[in-house]
Nanobody
């Protein structure tokens, strides 16, 4: 079993920055893709950013140039650096990891609130 613990959310003014972290623990075997989703009230969960085991990254169009995803394989941790935050970035952010057994694990979610 794998547990994901997220941290780094909070309240920030528009134009500010936050860094989210998500650490995997437990029986962690080979991790493939890692990434972040977000869900705003009344909206569906949307994919924000992904990073493969080889370091290839992909982003949702609205965050390109503002968000950066990275990972530390030695620590089984994925990060999301969020700069130039906008009120529309307000959401609960969820991390995930995909394992070599094609099982996806989710974090508990962390609230990000951007005030205008």
């Amino acid at each position: 079993q794998v547990q994901l613990v997220e941290s780094g959310g909070g309240l920030v003014q528009a134009g500010g920055s936050l860094r989210l972290s998500c650490a995997a623990s437990g029986t962690v075997f080979s991790i493939n893709d890692m990434g972040w989703y977000r869900q705003a009230p009344g909206n569906q969960r949307e994919l924000v950013a992904t990073i493969t085991s080889g370091g290839y990254t992909d982003y949702e169009d609205s965050v390109k140039g503002r968000f950066t995803i990275s990972r530390d394989n030695a620590k089984n941790t994925v990060y999301l650096q969020m700069n130039s935050l906008k009120p529309e970035d307000t959401a609960v952010y969820y991390c995930y990891v995909d394992t070599a057994f094609n099982v996806r694990y989710w974090g508990q979610g962390t609230q990000v609130t951007v005030s205008s």
